[in-house]
Each structure stands twice: as structure tokens, then as C-alpha cells.
């Protein structure tokens, strides 16, 4: 098993930022990608950012390429998410998912998921 847990949301105005992690803990070993998702009051599960643990490779969502940054601390197990130049667009509640196989944009893939953080930003 592979507990996620998430921090950092919070109210922020729009053009503000915010750094949102991920500490995994158990079985970290059997997870290859960690990724961020996002929800929206009403709307479907948004993929937002990966990594990969080993590969060093990074993913990013349409909607934040340029604005958001992913990066990890293996000896921390810890993802974070750099969010900058926020919109009201970007508030939901974001979640951390991880599972072994490849990178994938469909939240439907992950098997282990974090209880979420809130993110609300302000126009």
C-alpha cells in the first residue's frame, strides 16, 4: 500500500502562488509516476502535472504549461507543485495520485490517492 498525503492549498489572490506537496509513505517502491489532478465544483477530474520517480521526466496539463512547475525529493518521497500566476480558473481541489505503470493523463490509471487540498484563488 501507498498513502499520499497533500498540503499547501489555501486562498490566494489571482496572480498569487502557491506550493502544494505530496509525501508518500508504504510502499513507494511499486509507484513509478506521481501526478496532480485537479476538480472543479461540478466538473471531471483535470490532469494537471506528473513526474516520474527514477526518469526525471515531467508532464503538464494544457491549462498550466508555463505557469505551474513539478519537481521531486526522492530522499523526501515528496512531490511538490509550484503554482504561479493563479487564476480563478485554477480553483478546485487538487489531489496527488500515483500508480506503477507509465505516465498517463487519465486519473482513471492511479490507484493510490491523497485526500486532497483545497485551492481557491480570488479574482
Known amino acids: 500500500q501507498v498513502q499520499l498525503a497533500e498540503s499547501g492549498g489555501g486562498l490566494v489572490q489571482a496572480g498569487g502562488s502557491l506550493n502544494l506537496s505530496c509525501v508518500a509513505s508504504?510502499?513507494?517502491?511499486?509507484?513509478?509516476?506521481v501526478a496532480w489532478f485537479r476538480r472543479a465544483p461540478g466538473k471531471e477530474n483535470e490532469f494537471v502535472a506528473a513526474?516520474?520517480?527514477?526518469?526525471?521526466?515531467?508532464y503538464y496539463g494544457d491549462s498550466v504549461k508555463g505557469r505551474f512547475n513539478i519537481s521531486r525529493d526522492n530522499a523526501r518521497n515528496t512531490v511538490y507543485l509550484q503554482m504561479n500566476s493563479l487564476k480563478p480558473d485554477d480553483t478546485a481541489i487538487y489531489y496527488c495520485?500515483?500508480?506503477?505503470?507509465?505516465?498517463?493523463?487519465?486519473?482513471?490509471?492511479?490507484?493510490?490517492w491523497g485526500q486532497g487540498t483545497q485551492v481557491t484563488v480570488s479574482s
Open positions: 513526474v516520474t520517480w527514477g526518469g526525471k521526466r515531467t
Open positions: 508504504g510502499r513507494t517502491v511499486s509507484t513509478n509516476v
Open positions: 495520485a500515483s500508480y506503477r505503470g507509465d505516465f498517463s493523463a487519465y486519473a482513471g490509471a492511479y490507484i493510490y
